[in-house]
């Protein structure tokens, strides 16, 4: 049974029914979904979450579906590493990476919100499904729609990675590349949406699909013995999935499972599109719409859905906004994967960049329980860091070439200049 009550308007409050629709007809506001958190309570617990399937629906008394017919049977669940060899290197004793580079079925974090948008679609009737993507979700709609049997519409910039592209196209969707960047993609998508009337995961499904990123908070918490992070780094594109992370961890609170929520939220962007950092750093709560430019595509939205509403979130945790170059985003690729074995697309760059510039300038303090929220898999953006990274050492197939190239000593040991 759902414990959706409705669907209220983040800005003037009025309540709709959990239908297909995400702007309030008073004000214009977003709506986003209201629960029944008294009920919830009676019914979750701890035992029943740790008892439940090893996917986000462990979690589906926290999210708007009705059940039990639950698509994505195996997304979310992913590790939360205790990143040691970084953390040694960045002077911090306890950092933790959250590795959605890993998850199911696409290798991001939109695996998440797309099981629970699809799955709410399905519920409500719809037999089409579609998207407006910078890459990730894409494949991730894609994909879900492909194991729904579903028919399925996917729109994106003209200029996605290659390996993005191939990721929508393997699933056979039809796959519309817009000549402009996301934010004109979004404008045409808006407009499809009211003429035809299917589920686009991020318009008229936008209430449902956004609280998928709230699991990010559940597991975090659940895998760190039910407890808060002290301090957090999150990417930012429309801002949603840092409002989400900070809704979700009170949620835990709101029905009992953990007694407080003591964590600082940070937001991390590319500085090639960073409104809603600028707009912090500024000491401002509202931002002004940039044109993209930066090689972090997943996170080029230029004006961003929930930016005012990330602000909001950062500074209600006392928290902080920052932004880095493109040389630093490869450069935080590069660090992560030489650290800790984990190769992340170019928003987790940007996290790693900016958790960089919070422990150096003093936010983040050696000792704060720390986790930085790597999002999506480094084999889906390779052209960012394939001329940052060198070429193989090329020899000829004879020992004396190996230990000359290597400067092997008869002890072993050695290396290539």
């Not at 709230?214 to 409002?243: C, H, N, Y």
């Amino acid at each position: 049974m759902t414990t959706m009550k409705a669907l209220v308007c983040r800005e003037c409050g009025k309540e709709y029914p959990t239908k297909a629709i995400h702007v309030c007809e008073m004000c214009f506001g977003p709506l986003e979904v209201k629960y029944s958190y008294e009920e919830i309570k009676k019914n979750i617990s701890r035992k029943k979450i740790q008892d439940g399937p090893h996917s986000i629906w462990r979690y589906a008394d926290l999210l708007p579906v009705e059940g039990p017919a639950f698509l994505g049977p195996h997304a979310g669940m992913t590790p939360l590493v205790r990143a040691k060899n970084l953390g040694a290197h960045l002077g911090l004793d306890e950092l933790y990476i959250k590795n959605d580079t890993v998850n199911h079925p696409t290798l991001s974090f939109k695996d998440r919100v797309v099981a629970v948008a699809i799955t709410r679609a399905r519920e409500l009737g719809f037999e089409t499904i579609a998207c407006a993507s910078t890459g990730n979700l894409a494949n991730s709609v894609a994909a879900h729609a492909a194991e729904a049997g579903m028919r399925c519409y996917v729109f994106i910039p003209g200029d996605l990675e290659a390996a993005k592209v191939l990721g929508n196209l393997i699933y056979k969707p039809n796959v519309v590349e817009i000549e402009g960047n996301y934010d004109d993609v979004n404008r045409l998508c808006s407009e499809i949406a009211g003429e035809h009337g299917w589920a686009f995961v991020n318009i008229n499904i936008r209430p449902y699909y956004a609280e998928g990123s709230k699991t990010l908070a559940f597991e975090t918490v659940e895998q760190l013995g039910w407890r808060t992070p002290d301090q957090v780094v999150i990417p930012m594109a429309s801002g949603s999935l840092l409002t989400k992370i900070w809704k979700g961890l009170h949620e835990m609170k709101y029905v009992g499972l953990i007694d407080e929520v003591r964590t600082k939220i940070n937001g991390a962007q590319a500085e090639g599109c960073s409104p809603i950092s600028t707009a912090f750093k500024a000491g401002r709560d509202f931002f002004k719409p940039v044109k993209p430019k930066t090689i972090a595509k997943s996170l080029a939205i230029g004006n961003p859905a929930d930016g005012y509403y990330a602000l909001k979130a950062t500074a209600e945790s006392k928290g902080s906004m920052d932004m880095v170059t493109d040389d630093e985003v490869v450069d935080g690729i590069k660090l992560l994967a030489q650290t800790e074995g984990i190769f992340a697309e170019t928003a987790g760059g940007v996290t790693i960049g900016v958790l960089q510039k919070l422990v150096k300038n003093g936010t983040i303090k050696k000792g704060d329980l720390t986790v930085a929220y790597i999002t999506g898999n480094g084999l889906k953006t390779q052209e960012a860091v394939i001329d940052a990274v060198g070429r193989p050492v090329r020899i000829q197939p004879s020992l004396v070439a190996f230990e000359k190239t290597f400067k092997m000593g008869k002890n072993g040991g050695g290396e290539h200049d």
